[in-house]
């Protein structure tokens, strides 16, 4: 006997959006026949819910109330001061720009002069003269994944970027995403990085918002990456918010022989957040360091959930995530490493830790490993745990205020994770962000 599944609100809403805007979504006649095959797929999964093993901790059906209309060719108007003060603290960060606003770019707020090996497309453009091979490409989604599909439906822009053979960015790449105007909207954008082989480059990606923006927004972000043989690729994230935006990220990265990926994801402000990070190594000497800090307090919700697949032999990878909860804050890490039957000589190792600043917080954390192979170095953990007391009356008895004693514990703390991040002007405006967001959640 088949049972009909009820569809809740936001998944009707979400269909019949898509019927009202197919017409004017970017792209050729194969990218729009793409489009509805992507709006039938989730037509048929639905929403994300508990009883999904990946997103028991996430429940995306009863969290996400209702489907905000979709932004399509938005003019909001936004100066190239508007962006600084969007960007904050990122504004000091010497990089080249490609910028897109409501999700969708806006060549004027641009800076990709003396770009050397560097070539960026937007997806928009490319995706209105597609053939059918390249709509394929440019519209794939996971069969199983609602999220993805759902990207695949409503894209509006993105960037597609590509570093040549052998080239040595001077600068990092930032490809920024702000949200700005009154109205509330969802925005979809796909991103595709290619690293050629033997080229080394730093890429940011971020996600802001300019002061006065409607407060209830959605977002859904996919990137691809695909990092070439003997490349380095140093790959950040900045999401940060004002405590509303439901924000669905999801990063699919492939790894070539002898590549190198650093992938850091900084979070905070974000009502619902949900990060996927899908890694595959492809060739063998493939190194990964993942690592990420997030920050939530209220009833703000962020979840971290990684693959790692290693599935040639002789790789690395190494994880570390790090979260600060307060109030009714809550935390989620689900961390999967696979080692494949023939992945011989794979060392991975994976740590997940959070802070808890209240009682009410919630931090819940599902490390995995499969290992198919025997001659391996694997190992997890996860860790929660209180401001140490002791080490908290020791700093007062030296004459430092509590607040100020909290404040530099919790920095020390999520420190660790930010360390990771090489780039020094990067590594002190995530500190920064930090910070900001501590000033913020002060408990005296």
Request: glycine residues 8%; charged residues 25%; proline residues 3%.
């Amino acid at each position: 006997m088949n049972v009909a599944v009820m569809k809740t609100k936001a998944e009707q809403a979400l269909t019949e959006a898509f019927e009202a805007v197919a017409g004017k979504l970017p792209g050729s006649a194969a990218v729009k026949e793409r489009r509805a095959e992507a709006i039938g797929a989730f037509g048929s999964l639905g929403l994300p819910h508990r009883r999904i093993e990946e997103w028991k901790y996430t429940d995306l059906r009863a969290n996400l109330k209702e489907a905000l209309p979709p932004a399509i060719h938005d003019e909001t108007p936004l100066t190239i001061a508007e962006l600084i003060v969007a960007l904050g603290p990122l504004a000091h960060v010497d990089a080249y720009r490609v910028a897109f606003v409501n999700g969708r770019h806006r060549a004027e707020l641009d800076d990709t002069s003396e770009a050397a090996g560097l070539d960026v497309a937007t997806l928009g453009k490319t995706l209105a003269s597609a053939s059918a091979n390249v709509a394929d490409t440019l519209t794939k989604s996971d069969a199983n994944g609602a999220i993805a599909a759902l990207n695949a439906a409503f894209m509006t822009d993105g960037a597609i970027v590509r570093v040549a053979d052998k080239a040595m960015l001077a600068k990092p790449l930032l490809v920024v995403f702000v949200r700005a105007g009154s109205g509330k909207r969802s925005v979809s954008v796909r991103n595709f990085v290619s690293i050629g082989e033997g080229a080394t480059a730093t890429i940011i990606e971020a996600h802001v918002v300019l002061p006065g923006a409607a407060v209830d927004a959605q977002s859904n972000a996919l990137t691809e990456v695909t990092v070439g043989k003997a490349a380095t690729l140093s790959h950040i994230k900045v999401a940060v918010d004002e405590g509303k935006c439901v924000h669905l990220a999801d990063w699919d990265v492939s790894l070539d022989a002898d590549a190198t990926y650093r992938g850091f994801q900084f979070s905070s402000g974000l009502g619902l957040a949900r990060n996927e990070i899908n890694v595959l190594y492809t060739g063998q000497g493939g190194k990964l360091d993942l690592s990420g800090a997030y920050m939530a307090r209220a009833h703000e919700h962020i979840d971290t959930t990684l693959v790692v697949d290693h599935a040639v032999p002789h790789c690395d990878s190494r994880e570390l995530f790090k979260g600060v909860l307060d109030g009714h804050g809550r935390g989620v890490f689900q961390g999967k490493v696979i080692v494949r039957p023939d992945a011989q000589k794979t060392d991975g190792k994976q740590m997940s830790q959070a802070l808890m600043l209240s009682q009410d917080a919630e931090f819940d954390s599902k490390p995995e490993l499969e290992i198919f192979a025997d001659d391996v170095v694997c190992g997890h953990g996860t860790t929660s745990a209180e401001l140490d007391p002791d080490m908290l009356f020791y700093c007062r008895s030296r004459g430092i205020p509590e607040s100020e004693a909290r404040a530099l514990m919790i920095e020390s703390f999520i420190g660790e994770a930010i360390d990771k991040v090489e780039h020094t002007e990067l590594h002190t405006v995530l500190m920064t962000l930090a910070k900001n967001w501590l000033a913020g959640s002060a408990r005296g």
